[in-house]
């Protein structure tokens, strides 16, 4: 490309999407970051509750995702310097823990 053509940009925004859940996987090709969010669906009197999974996922190539790591510690450390330690909310502390003690086969209820 000649260094006098102006090169045209399209950004094509994708839509927000909040993850509270995220899986990791890897081959010797990729990794594999699958976001997912998990929303409890009330239907009609009579009819089970059921879940609703949304799925985002996003493919790196090892070293791209060694790079997105380092830039997220990066971040996560300049955050905590000025907004203080992040933990975990007390109350999901406290659901883990209590979790924990229940037997590793049981199912999760997100239906409360």
Sequence with gaps: MADDQNVRVDV?????????????????????????SMTP???????P???VVKHNVILLDPYFAKDVLNVLKDNISKYEKKFGEIKMPENLAKHEVSAGKKSKAAKQDYFG
């Design 12 to 36: 094509v925004n994708g839509n927000d999407f909040f993850a509270d859940e995220v899986s990791v996987s890897h081959s010797p090709m990729r990794f594999v970051i699958d976001f997912k």
């Design 49 to 51: 509750p059921r879940m």
């Design 41 to 47: 669906r009330m239907d009609l009197p009579g009819n």
